[in-house]
């Protein structure tokens, strides 16, 4: 018993262990990701390479393409090589017109972000815009150079793609009035062909709005 005795001192004497810090992670020093709108739709026309207007919203692009078919429409139907502009509406609405009809409608919603409602003030900047480049005698004679010209045509038998430009006319095509064979609609064009050169030609010729002779080759 003495020996328990004398051991238990030493027992209450024996110093606990340190307590178990648990490890602190670091604050991070980055900053909290900002979350930001996606880009609201938008979609732009172009008449020649040249911007003219964008407009803004879900259905933007479905516009801009109606805008774009209805001007190749015009361009292929107008009498003479020309296009006039003009803007017709109010505050509440407008339309931009060529050779009179219309291109694209225009609410308070397409000029909002260009910082105001007002629809004709904005209506009339784009119209200046599409003026200015429809006056401008190098593209206007681009958009009609082809205008009323089909890619293919059929004659013999055969098929003809339309080439990339006239050709230079150095006073050696001729005709006997032979036409191409009629395309869907009926229409038909009259044929023409180098004189210099014996029949039948891989490349044959038809005239557009501007008297060249575009050629359309054998495929």
Do not use: C
Not at 53 to 74: C, K, M
Not at 82 to 104: E, F, H, K, M, P
């Amino acid at each position: 018993m003495l020996w328990l005795l004398l051991g238990l001192p030493l027992l209450a004497q024996t110093p606990a262990p340190p307590p178990v810090e648990t490890p602190v992670a670091p604050a991070s020093t980055e900053a909290a990701p900002v979350l930001t709108p996606p880009p609201a739709e938008a979609a732009t026309l172009k008449i020649a390479g040249y911007t003219i207007l964008t407009l803004r919203g879900p259905d933007s692009t479905a516009r801009v393409e109606q805008a774009t078919q209805r001007f190749a429409n015009i361009v292929r139907e107008a009498p003479q090589p020309q296009l006039s502009v003009a803007v017709r509406g109010n505050d509440g609405g407008a339309i931009i017109l060529v050779n009179d009809r219309g291109l694209i409608e225009l609410t308070p919603r397409d000029t909002a972000p260009n910082g105001t409602t007002r629809v004709l003030p904005i209506a009339r900047v784009w119209a200046g815009r599409l003026k200015s480049v429809l006056t401008n005698p190098t593209v206007l004679k681009s958009l009609f150079v082809f205008s009323g010209l089909p890619e293919r045509i059929t004659y013999d038998n055969a098929e003809y793609a339309r080439g990339q430009a006239p050709a230079r006319d150095v006073g050696r095509f001729t005709t006997d009035g032979s036409r191409t064979t009629p395309d869907p609609e009926g229409k038909s064009w009259v044929l023409y062909w180098d004189s210099q050169l014996p029949l039948p030609q891989p490349t044959l010729y038809v005239l557009n709005r501007y008297r060249e002779f575009v050629p359309y080759t054998r495929q």
